[in-house]
């Protein structure tokens, strides 16, 4: 993993140099989020379900080192969250959190079909809590300052898309992706408490990539020219 990060962090910083195609995008969407949480007996807490949360992204993108791949950077607001209970002790929860991330992208355009581009995409994001509330049966707690969630939120993701233009500057796009974070608490070997908290998240998104690099795209149409053709004079 941390390879990819890396790879993703030089693309980012070699694309700024490249003007193939710079571009803003801005892309919102929903979140279908699930918690995958270990008790500090080791024991899988198994009757949690997904929450569903938005979210919203802004950033730059570029072509890096061939036509066919972007690196991109953006920041986001998105919230996650899970829904369950206990029966053993009869207990209902519920926890909804949003964060603010900065997320390194890289893109890879696979092949285009009637002007519809299919693409594949892998992500690597830091994110920090900005609010969050646990519910636990009739209590609502203020998960902020909270250890299991004031760690950074480390988060890798994978995913397709596709995308057409609906003009010379302006392009639509749809994006599903996978993503599953670190640990953001997790216990020892050598301590009792072996707790083990991910946010595993399936994300699908609608955005807008805006041309800014202030090339016109070259005209399709191209013209006829008959160089034998002699210059005609009047006698």
């Given at each position: 993993?941390?390879?990819?990060?890396i790879?993703?962090?030089?693309?980012i910083?070699s694309?700024?140099?490249?003007?193939?195609?710079?571009?803003?995008?801005l892309?919102?969407?929903k979140?279908?989020?699930?918690?995958?949480y270990?008790?500090?007996?080791?024991?899988?807490l198994?009757?949690?379900?997904?929450?569903?949360?938005?979210?919203l992204?802004v950033?730059?993108?570029?072509?890096?080192?061939?036509?066919?791949?972007y690196?991109?950077?953006?920041?986001?607001?998105?919230?996650?969250?899970?829904?369950?209970?206990d029966d053993?002790?009869?207990?209902?929860?519920?926890?909804?959190?949003?964060?603010?991330?900065?997320?390194l992208?890289?893109?890879h355009?696979?092949?285009?079909?009637?002007?519809?581009?299919f693409?594949?995409?892998?992500?690597?994001?830091?994110?920090?809590?900005?609010?969050?509330t646990?519910?636990l049966?009739?209590?609502?707690?203020?998960?902020?300052?909270?250890?299991?969630?004031?760690?950074?939120?480390i988060?890798?993701?994978?995913?397709?898309g596709?995308?057409?233009?609906?003009?010379?500057?302006?392009?639509?796009?749809?994006?599903?992706?996978?993503?599953?974070?670190?640990a953001?608490?997790?216990?020892?070997?050598?301590?009792?408490?072996?707790?083990?908290?991910?946010?595993?998240?399936?994300?699908?998104?609608?955005?807008?990539?805006?041309?800014?690099?202030?090339?016109?795209?070259?005209?399709?149409?191209?013209?006829?020219?008959n160089?034998?053709?002699?210059?005609?004079?009047k006698n």
């Open positions: 993993m941390k390879h990819l990060q790879f993703l962090l030089a693309a910083l694309s700024t140099s490249l003007t193939f195609a710079q571009e803003l995008y892309e919102t969407g979140t279908l989020s699930f918690f995958d270990t008790n500090s007996q080791g024991q899988k198994d009757n949690l379900q997904e929450s569903p949360h938005s979210f992204e950033g730059y993108r570029d072509q890096f080192i061939t036509k066919k791949l690196a991109s950077i953006g920041a986001s607001y998105a919230g996650y969250g899970a829904i369950g209970s053993r002790v009869g207990n209902f929860m519920e926890w909804n959190v949003n964060y603010a991330t900065l997320k992208g890289l893109e355009n696979l092949f285009t079909i009637n002007k519809f581009s693409y594949a995409k892998v992500s690597y994001s830091w994110g920090f809590l900005v609010q969050g646990q519910t049966n009739n209590k609502v707690f203020n998960l902020k300052n909270e250890d299991d969630f004031e760690r950074t939120i988060n890798y993701g994978y995913g397709a596709i995308v057409r233009p609906i003009s010379e500057k302006m392009s639509v796009y749809l994006l599903y992706m996978y993503g599953k974070s670190e953001l608490k997790e216990g020892t070997a050598n301590t009792a408490d072996q707790e083990v908290l991910k946010i595993i998240g399936r994300n699908l998104s609608i955005g807008v990539f805006i041309d800014i690099s202030g090339k016109k795209k070259a005209k399709k149409g191209k013209t006829k020219k160089n034998n053709q002699q210059p005609t004079t």
